[in-house]
């Protein structure tokens, strides 16, 4: 019962913060729920196993690591006869719409934008929880970051890499 007790209250408390790194990963908030409660039912098979100074770090790792794979095999799924609606073009009276330009970077990079910038996690936090050089984290936050200036002139990002 004490098991139950503590996985409840860690999910209580952390499943809304893992919920918005999901959803700025894949996108869509219905993903980013199933995504959650899917990486919060392997976090409660290996609970016992976890030591609870790397509770956190594990839990986020999941949960990215689910939102990547949701996209993937959603990516086989949807498959059409037409070709998908390009971006409209962002002129300088258009609202700053974040949302639209994110969808615009591929899924690797929206996950480290979202664990430097939302969960604001070091270069080597977020290599760790991706499994990918630091070098990589650097290198695809810098893309990432020109890609979002050049869809949002008007954005002004105040830490850097």
């Known amino acids: 019962m004490r098991r139950d007790q503590q996985f409840s209250e860690f999910f209580a408390a952390r499943a809304p913060g893992l919920r918005r790194t999901a959803y700025l990963i894949v996108r869509d908030w219905h993903g980013a729920e199933d995504v959650t409660q899917l990486g919060f039912a392997r976090l409660y098979v290996v609970w016992p196993r976890i030591r609870p100074e790397t509770l956190e770090a594990y839990a986020r ?20 006869d037409l070709p998908p609606d390009g971006p409209a073009p962002v002129s300088d009276e258009s609202p700053l719409d974040v949302g639209q330009a994110l969808g615009l970077l591929p899924a690797q990079q929206r996950a480290i934008v979202a664990l430097r910038f939302l ?37 002004v990002l105040t830490e850097e890499i």
């Open 61 to 80: 790792k999941v949960v990215v690591n689910e939102a990547l794979g949701w996209l993937r095999r959603r990516r086989r799924d949807h498959l059409t």
């Open 119 to 155: 969960d604001d996690l070091s270069v080597a936090e977020v290599a760790r929880v991706l499994d990918i050089a630091e070098g990589t984290v650097k290198s695809q936050t810098s893309r990432a970051l020109t890609t979002l200036r050049a869809h949002l002139p008007q954005l």
